[in-house]
């Protein structure tokens, strides 16, 4: 019986190594800024139309199955573990560690190694298997669609707000570029406050008119300079007459390029 579970939970965790690299590739081609890869070429144009499922599919339904595989092959090393004379929670410690070990060699180590350093041109042999596994999960990812379809449902009806596509696109990208190192935190930060702009109304981030630093048309440079020194804005509205006739802006920098000879006279 112990050989038996033993055997059942190596076999397991061969599967395992595999159907996490299934999922991998599946995860990559969702990707919007991925690295390409001749493993993941070849899935992606020979493959995936083939298998039938789209990437966000074939993602979950694959993922569905490794973690499935996971509980399995901790249930079947406990099994093979557990002997008489041995306190059982060295048994469980035993079969903790082992099951640790696998994962980590199944689920990670061995998946990115296939991915980055073979061309995934033997998967073509293990199509069929590859077909059965997404049949086999068809089911299971169809329930949690169904489920995550009735949150979405339940969201609509309370009116709570539903994010716009252009706004999960951007959130998407921004995601993906942190990732791959192609933007910096403040690129980053700066995007975010971008894209939070959208939800806010003008009312939000207007200056009230009794609150707006302007300056007369008919005040000299020295008044400008000390209205600037008192406010530190760089730009200041200029108007005539009245705070609602506004003929233009004056900047800081062109004022202090003057000679302080002229500075006095305008």
Sequence with gaps: MTFLCLGIALALTCFLAFVSYVQLLYLESLRL???EVPALEFFR?????????EPEHGSLSFSLVKHVSLFLIGLFYLCALVRPGVPHWQSVLEAIATAFVAMLL???LVPLFLHRRTKGLWMSGALPLIKLVAKGATPLAAL??????LLDLDKDVRGEPVPADATEHIEALITAGAEEGILEEEDRKLIHSVVAFGDKSVREVMTPRPDIVAISADKSLEDLRQLVIHEQYSRI???????????GFVHVRDMFELDPEDRQAK
């Design 33 to 35: 800024i991925r690295r």
């Design 45 to 53: 144009e020979k493959l995936v139309d083939q298998i039938g499922l």
């Design 106 to 108: 199944s689920t990670y």
């Design 144 to 149: 949690i669609r169904l489920f995550q379809s």
């Design 237 to 247: 509205p200029v108007y005539q007459e009245s705070i609602d006739n506004v003929l």
